[in-house]
């Protein structure tokens, strides 16, 4: 958001400004020129007033004082008589352009404290606005970290109280975690040193399918599926036991947490 002086309200620059109050003279100039048959003597500077007020409404009051004297000029040379000459200038010549500057210069006094508040208040909202989308930005933010830091303690929560009955455990991209409870189960001591096999303790037809599970993510209004998986024992001994993996969002990654079913 561009901040400026209040006093500097007009939103064009210094040759827009120039173009534009020319062109505005310009226009006035014209219609009274083309309108001049009809309602001559009449109205020598009804139009220009407009056209000085149009100056002052987009421009502000500097150039709109400039464009009274020029409307006091044209006007002047061109709709009063004696027409295309100044002189003689007669008492009445001067109170009809006193007359004019005064009313249009009046108007134009008004008109500028009017667009300066203006001007303030567009910029108060606009700061308002902006410390708005802050506070609403701030409390978005506030709201995605608290729901981040409760499903956190959430997931650290069903660590803990559960921890017995958890078998594996997966986190992103990295390698299989065996809990006590698989070693308890296998009776496999081995996988102490080589962690890595932990598949070689599970029957070779179901550990395809509890990859799967590691896999496939359940839908938000469904409960992880359960299923058989059968554990091979030290002594090459099948042990049945019904699991389910569980997933989880923990710092931007999933978390898979295969547990034994009571």
């Given at each position: 958001?561009?901040?400026?002086?209040?006093?500097?309200?007009?939103?064009?620059?210094?040759?827009q400004a120039w173009l534009g109050t020319a062109m505005i003279i310009f226009v006035?100039?014209?219609?009274?020129?083309?309108?001049?048959?009809?309602?001559?003597?009449?109205?020598?500077?009804?139009?220009?007033?407009?056209?000085?007020?149009?100056?002052?409404?987009?421009?502000?009051?500097?150039?709109?004082?400039?464009?009274?004297?020029?409307?006091?000029?044209?006007?002047?040379?061109?709709?009063?008589?004696?027409?295309?000459?100044?002189?003689?200038v007669l008492a009445k010549d001067y109170i009809l352009s006193l007359n004019f500057a005064l009313v249009t210069?009046?108007?134009?006094?008004?008109?500028?404290?009017?667009?300066?508040?203006?001007?303030?208040?567009?910029?108060?909202?606009?700061?308002?606005?902006?410390?708005?989308?802050?506070?609403?930005?701030?409390?978005?933010?506030?709201?995605?970290?608290?729901?981040?830091?409760?499903?956190?303690?959430?997931?650290?929560?069903?660590?803990?109280?559960?921890?017995?009955?958890?078998?594996?455990?997966?986190?992103?991209?990295?390698?299989?975690?065996?809990?006590?409870?698989?070693?308890?189960?296998?009776?496999?001591?081995?996988?102490?040193?080589?962690?890595?096999?932990?598949?070689?303790?599970?029957?070779?037809?179901?550990?395809?399918?509890?990859?799967?599970?590691?896999?496939?993510?359940?839908?938000?209004?469904?409960?992880?599926?359960?299923?058989?998986?059968?554990?091979?024992?030290?002594?090459?001994?099948?042990?049945?036991?019904?699991?389910?993996?569980?997933?989880?969002?923990?710092?931007?990654?999933?978390?898979?947490?295969?547990?034994?079913?009571?």
């Amino acid at each position: 958001m561009q901040i400026r002086n209040s006093k500097k309200w007009s939103e064009y620059s210094t040759k827009q400004a120039w173009l534009g109050t020319a062109m505005i003279i310009f226009v006035a100039f014209a219609v009274r020129f083309v309108l001049d048959p009809a309602i001559a003597p009449y109205g020598v500077f009804h139009f220009f007033i407009v056209a000085c007020l149009a100056v002052q409404y987009f421009y502000g009051y500097k150039f709109a004082a400039l464009s009274v004297a020029l409307s006091i000029f044209l006007g002047e040379f061109y709709f009063i008589e004696p027409y295309g000459s100044f002189g003689p200038v007669l008492a009445k010549d001067y109170i009809l352009s006193l007359n004019f500057a005064l009313v249009t210069l009046t108007a134009v006094a008004f008109m500028e404290p009017l667009r300066r508040s203006l001007y303030a208040r567009d910029l108060l909202l606009k700061v308002l606005n902006s410390r708005h989308k802050v506070s609403l930005y701030r409390e978005n933010d506030r709201i995605f970290y608290a729901q981040q830091s409760n499903q956190a303690w959430s997931i650290l929560q069903e660590l803990l109280e559960n921890f017995d009955d958890i078998l594996l455990i997966k986190f992103g991209n990295s390698d299989y975690k065996i809990e006590p409870l698989f070693f308890k189960i296998t009776a496999n001591h081995d996988l102490l040193l080589s962690p890595q096999n932990w598949q070689t303790s599970v029957f070779a037809d179901d550990l395809d399918l509890l990859e799967r599970a590691f896999e496939r993510r359940p839908q938000k209004s469904g409960d992880p599926t359960a299923f058989e998986l059968r554990l091979i024992g030290l002594n090459g001994g099948l042990q049945t036991c019904r699991v389910r993996v569980d997933h989880f969002n923990f710092m931007g990654k999933t978390l898979c947490i295969l547990r034994m079913m009571q």
